[in-house]
């Protein structure tokens, strides 16, 4: 085992290399988490894993040490027992997930040649219902930037200055609500270039998922919002999003202070979908803010790590061998579905190393990763550990000519 780094938090690795003509996979996940914030929304401490109810709670449970332990302990498993893999593995447990994964392209560069695989299987990614056999196939990308405003040279009294001057957060709101129409339809010029329609296909493929539209507003105590013209499934997996993550400025202690906000600040994401450049994005949400800060205001904007949207090749030999395996403990074939979330690895791996990537993850996304009281089902164990063997095994009784399709 050996540390991994190139500026930023490092990256572990490891490997097992004694399967000679077997395909050397690359196992992926991720060890650093979210904030808990906020804290007094915890029913048992963050950091101390707590078994309730068939479920463990504890920061990072679901995303993604626990989808990450049931990868790693299969293959303890098979050294313990058998002494040696079904095939190669090289182990690559990435630090920055949650900060876009900064400095991962520069981990791929500097250890090119000891990163070399055939393909990535990752243990993060996640899986859409515990109940419902499934194997994600794509996710969408991310952009992110944060944008400041500033009016008077300092906070100003709300009563001798109160309706002459601009107000900051006023202002700040007031941009991130010309993001949309009233509609809900992005109001950003250039967003929706490169997106393309669901096929037919894709439809079909979608109606044949089990989904309860009623059930998945109520279970989240909402109702329906987003882009219209499209079914829920649509939105969260092929329509791209802007979101206001963050609004701040002025007072916010205890009481009042009544002052007009000199300054006020924000945090935007983008959740991107196949054929949308995350630089050309960040660059058209950045000119419309700009575009439309009023006159009395300044805006500084600071854009954040990117990453492009990702779909494994249909007939990837990897995504084939995992279906089998799915299908082979769970009883029946998985449906493919997509990710709503972002993993910055597929996109950065393509795109560094030009190898796919597959996602084998037992988190569901029902688990509260990024929220008070993540999880993760105890069942989610047993899932994996089983499907995770079933894989390997398959891997290691193919023959050479199978694994000729791993490389594009």
Known sequence: MRLLEAGGHP???????????????????????????????????????????????????????????????????????????PVNVKILLEGEEEVGSATLGAILDEHRALLEADAVLSADGGRWRADLPSIAVGSRG??????????????????????TVPNALHVAARLIAGLH?????????????????????????????????????????TAAAGEPGYATLERLWYRPTIDANGLWGGYTGAGGKTVIPNAAHAKLSMRLVPGQDPAAVTAAV???LRRHCPPGARIAIRDGHPSAAYLVPGDHPLLTAAEAAL??????????????????????????????????????????????????????FDDGFAAWVALLRRLGRQSPADYAGFRR
Request: hydrophobic share 40%.
């Open 11 to 85: 990256a572990v690795y490891a490997e097992w290399t004694g399967a000679p003509g077997k395909p050397t996979l690359l196992v992926y996940g991720h060890y650093d988490v979210q904030p808990p914030d906020p804290l007094e929304l915890w029913t048992s401490p963050a950091f101390e894993p707590t078994v309730r109810d068939g479920r463990l709670y504890a920061r990072g449970a679901s995303d993604d040490k626990g989808p990450s332990s049931i990868a790693l302990e299969t293959l303890a498993a098979f050294l313990a027992v058998e002494g040696c893999l």
């Open 142 to 163: 991310i952009a992110a930037l944060e944008f400041s405003v500033t009016t008077a040279v300092k906070d100003l009294h709300s009563g001798r200055y109160g309706g």
């Open 181 to 221: 129409r009233a509609d809900g339809s992005p109001a950003v010029e250039g967003f929706l270039d490169g997106v393309e329609e669901p096929s037919e296909a894709e439809r079909g493929g979608l109606a044949a998922i089990p989904f309860d539209d009623d059930r998945y507003y109520a279970d989240l105590g």
């Open 286 to 288: 950045a000119r419309h």
């Open 327 to 380: 299908a082979e403990t769970a009883g029946r074939p998985p449906l493919r579905v997509r990710n709503g979330a972002t993993l910055p690895l597929s996109d950065i791996v393509r795109g560094r190393l030009g190898i796919d990537t597959v996602m084998f993850s037992f988190s569901t996304a029902d688990e509260d990763f990024h929220a008070p009281n993540e999880f993760i089902r105890l069942s989610a």
